[in-house]
């Protein structure tokens, strides 16, 4: 279903998310990670491109980095779906024609998303071109998909997710999504986290990691993470 221009997200003083609704919550954080999905899939084209015809051992490389974003972005949708296209649903009824709209713009990135997992194997175990084009198909498939699905989704969804979801609630997808980082991740994925960032993530680390965590992150995780993209985009 393609958006269409329906109310802003929430007219009906009575659902709870009116023009005239309280915040609740901050919903920031849902445009943080997307800028990541954003960043990490544009640039997955370019990066499978660049992999000389039958160097397994970059397309290893490369082919891990995209199943890491592969990964997360299995895991930020099986979060929205379990966790809160209900609850919006319940609290916020005349949001529930977006909420649609949302799962069937998940159900094609899932398409894509399962296109991209089964490709990554082969292509990684033999860099050859050949096995190349199933994964730069798939990709093309979730960039489009992500085109049109996240700024519907930031439009239409998180204003009235401002209003009707708890913090606690938030904090929930939130950990929902951490936990499926890949073991050994956690600096890759922190590190491309904040370069997506418009000011390349200082402020998302002073709201977002607590102090411990970014000392770790400045005496060992930022030169793992830049090592580990020197790799990648040799």
């Given at each position: ?50 992999v000389p015809d039958s160097d397994a051992e ?177």
């Open positions: 279903m393609p958006a269409t221009a329906l109310p802003s997200s929430g007219d009906n003083p009575d659902d709870g998310a009116g023009a005239g609704a309280v915040k609740i919550c901050d919903g920031r954080g849902m445009v943080e990670i997307h800028r990541m999905f954003r960043a990490g899939f544009g640039e997955a084209p370019a990066l499978v491109g660049g970059q397309a290893d490389l490369v082919g891990d980095y995209l199943a890491m974003l592969s990964t997360g972005l299995h895991a930020h949708h099986e979060g929205e779906d379990t966790m809160l296209w209900g609850r919006l649903e319940s609290r916020a009824p005349s949001c529930a024609a977006h909420v649609t709209r949302m799962k069937e713009q998940h159900a094609l990135m899932l398409v894509h998303l399962n296109e991209l997992d089964a490709a990554l194997p082969a292509w990684r175990a033999s860099g050859r071109a050949t096995d190349a084009a199933s994964v730069a198909t798939a990709l093309a498939g979730i960039n489009a998909a992500l085109a049109v699905h996240l700024p519907d989704e930031e439009t239409h969804i998180v204003p009235v997710m401002e209003t009707v979801i708890t913090p606690r609630e938030i904090d929930a997808l939130s950990e929902h999504g951490r936990k499926a980082t890949p073991k050994g991740k956690m600096f890759v994925q922190l590190g491309t986290i904040l370069a997506a960032q418009p000011d390349g993530g200082d402020d998302w680390q002073h709201e977002h990691l607590p102090a411990p965590v970014r000392l770790l992150w400045r005496l060992v995780g930022r030169s793992r993470y830049e090592r580990y993209r020197a790799a990648l985009v040799k």
